[in-house]
């Protein structure tokens, strides 16, 4: 099949011939539809990643349908529609059985290494063997995933609108609506306006909130934030935390959303967010080595700081759950496809993410 691989960190990726062994017990083939381009991609490429290797098939945004499953696989099956899941759900782990977490346990090790469950590869070159990303590697044809890392989804979900839901769209919109639990008549503050953060700003509008500002640097993007449910935008900058405290009387929000992974700006979420019970909910994903500096008189006063990884979505359950909200008309998914590619342009998507243009260019296959 034909697979954009990193050969080299800071390289362009190489369209290229390469081997995929058949599924094995617990294992499934699926044949990618679409993929969108993501920034963790981009942040692995370039080298930034501390846990990056090569030479590997990246993406891991990707939306398909089975073509054959292994032994003992019982949730999928052939023709059945497809979510890739980066995040997977065993359903049986300690985090899997507790509703504070989605942090899945059961393929964590072998996956963060570039393997399969069993500690092993199906991707190969020339019979060397080349690893998986994220236990997806989806900048190809088709790829070998375990079954506790795919969603079933609705065939009527568009895949270029479902692998959205993979990772970008869902983190966004899970950040407010597990990790934060934004509660109605609240008012929100969502620093970012690409995908998470427009994913953050719709899913504080699922949740009721009265108030949504979206902060970013583009007029462009803090359009796109009206059309997800913002109702004010502030363009970024030294005074946005005093902005937000002017337009809260003084006090802050109850709610402050993260989603640009830069350590300025987290601390401007922190900052942002209101005194008492103000949550802060980091979901950028910040350099090799950057510390976020909190003064503890903010934490002290009563606000919180919270991580959100995939947006504390379990994927099996609940990635279907949004689709299906997508398909009702509640979520807008359309104005998030800015640009459709092929694999071939695969570094298009990467050129077009640091021109920030548009929020994601999807691989259509």
């Not at 960190?9 to 390469?18: A, D, H, M, S």
Request: aromatic share 6%.
């Amino acid at each position: 099949m034909r697979a954009a691989v990193l050969e080299a960190f800071g390289q362009p990726l190489v369209v290229q011939e390469v081997e995929l062994a058949e599924p094995k017990a617990g294992e499934v083939l699926v044949r990618l539809v679409a993929c969108g381009v993501c920034h963790t991609d981009l942040y692995t490429a370039s080298g930034a990643d501390p846990s990056g290797y090569a030479p590997t098939v990246l993406g891991h945004e990707g939306a398909g349908v089975v073509e054959r499953v292994g032994d003992d696989v019982t949730s999928v099956a052939p023709g059945d529609h497809v979510v890739t899941l980066f995040s997977p759900q065993c359903r049986e782990c300690v985090h899997c059985l507790s509703d504070r977490t989605n942090l899945c346990l059961a393929i964590r090790e072998q996956q963060n290494q570039g393997f399969l469950p069993d500690g092993t590869t199906r991707l190969a070159r020339n019979d060397e063997p080349v690893r998986h990303f994220m236990g997806c590697s989806t900048f190809a044809e088709y790829a070998v995933m375990p079954e506790i890392a795919l969603a079933k989804v609705s065939p009527e979900a568009p895949p270029e609108h479902a692998c959205l839901f993979a990772c970008g769209l869902s983190t966004g919109l899970g950040a407010a609506m597990n990790t934060a639990k934004v509660e109605a008549g609240s008012t929100c503050v969502v620093f970012g306006a690409g995908m998470v953060g427009l994913g953050a700003v719709a899913g504080c509008r699922l949740q009721g909130a009265e108030r949504i500002v979206s902060v970013d640097l583009s007029p462009g993007r803090l359009e796109l934030a009206k059309g997800q449910g913002a109702t004010d935008t502030l363009v970024g900058g030294p005074d946005t935390v005093d902005q937000i405290l002017e337009l809260t009387d003084g006090f802050g929000a109850d709610y402050t959303f993260e989603a640009t992974g830069n350590v300025a700006v987290m601390r401007q979420a922190v900052e942002s967010a209101r005194m008492g019970w103000g949550l802060c909910t980091v979901a950028g994903v910040a350099g090799k080595g950057e510390v976020l500096e909190v003064v503890p008189r903010f934490l002290i006063t009563g606000r919180r700081v919270a991580g959100s990884s995939f947006g504390g979505v379990k994927g099996r359950d609940q990635v279907p759950e949004l689709v299906e909200r997508a398909l009702a008309g509640e979520i807008d998914v359309a104005p998030f496809v800015s640009h459709k590619i092929g694999l071939d342009d695969v570094n298009r998507g990467f050129e077009l993410m640091e021109a920030q243009d548009g929020i994601r260019s999807v691989i259509e296959f």
